[in-house]
């Protein structure tokens, strides 16, 4: 019989990955609004202050780079807080969630789908597998080491169409 101290431990442990998916979920969402307007400071605290953020693979440590410490990161994203906005449009999709913790550390790994449009018109489709590292700081989860690696990547033409869709024959 399960003893109430193992039942504890189960129970934090699923309090712990709650919180993890509460701090990724809040970052996508914050990401999905990049503005003038957006809370930068909220956005820089989601991450430890000594916290790596990078691009893996080819694409994307081309495209975005790596940048050490909650500043570094902080200062990344003010650069897509300007007007008129980056994004016109902008929506992360995450999937196949796998949480693990231990203590006061945790890792998440995620594939994620990101639409967006740009100020310019122009729409990419990119998928990206997550690995993220979030460590207990001052009794707050957050990311300790955020990987974005590209799955694939396309410019699309338009999100919505009015063209029917590709079912079989009736």
């Known amino acids: 019989m399960t003893d109430i101290l ?10 712990h990955q709650q919180a993890i998916r509460v701090c990724i979920n809040r ?14 400071d909220e956005l820089a605290q989601l991450f430890c ?6 691009g893996k ?19 990344m994203f003010a650069t897509y807080m300007k007007t008129p906005a980056h ?3 902008n929506v992360h999709f995450l999937t196949s969630e796998v949480i693990e913790v231990a203590g006061e550390e945790g890792l998440g790994r995620w594939v ?12 990419h489709l990119n998928a990206a597998r997550l690995t993220v590292r979030f460590a207990l700081e001052e009794g707050q989860w ?9 799955l694939f990547s396309r410019p699309v033409t338009a999100w919505n169409s009015d063209a029917p869709l590709p079912v079989p024959e009736r």
């Open 112 to 123: 994620m789908l990101q639409t967006s449009t740009f100020a310019d018109g122009a729409s």
């Open 6 to 15: 193992e039942l504890q431990a189960r129970l934090r442990s699923f309090e």
């Open 49 to 54: 202050r000594d916290a790596v953020w990078e």
């Open 142 to 150: 957050r990311m300790a080491h955020f990987q974005t690696e590209n």
């Open 27 to 40: 970052y996508m969402a914050l990401c999905d609004q990049l503005d003038a307007r957006s809370p930068l």
């Open 87 to 89: 994004f016109a449009l």
């Open 57 to 75: 693979g080819a694409k994307y440590a081309e495209s975005f780079g790596g940048y050490r410490g909650r500043e570094a990161i902080r200062a």
